[in-house]
């Protein structure tokens, strides 16, 4: 990895580490929130990681970059879907609209 004018180059093999695969199209609710869960959790643990290891560059430049990708993502899946929490601004309570997680809404999934 590099690091250039405050820009984060990272080599392929460090691309996904947390094992997502972004070369395939998300063209499914499901799908997508796979991969927010995916993104949200590799943001997480490499918060967590910086906490004890500031000077960390490379790890940096990962959580920079894997919180640009959810933050696209939960754009994409909002835009789309609705809100993913209360917080997203919208025009409606959309949620109301589909069947609750345990009537089988969202395919049960646990953000």
């Known amino acids: 990895m590099l690091m250039e004018d405050n820009k984060c180059m ?35 643990e490499l918060a967590l990681y910086l906490d004890t290891h500031p000077d960390d560059k490379k790890a940096l430049c990962l959580h920079n970059k894997y919180s640009k990708e959810l933050k696209d993502l939960c754009d994409k899946y909002q835009k789309i879907y609705g809100p993913l929490t209360i917080e997203y601004p919208c025009n409606k309570w959309r949620w109301l609209e589909e069947p609750w997680p345990w009537e089988g809404g969202i395919d049960n999934v646990d953000l």
């Open 10 to 44: 990272l080599n392929a093999d460090m691309d996904m580490m947390c094992g997502c695969n972004n070369d395939r199209p998300m063209n499914n609710r499901s799908e997508i929130l796979k991969q927010i869960k995916c993104k949200r959790f590799a943001v997480i």
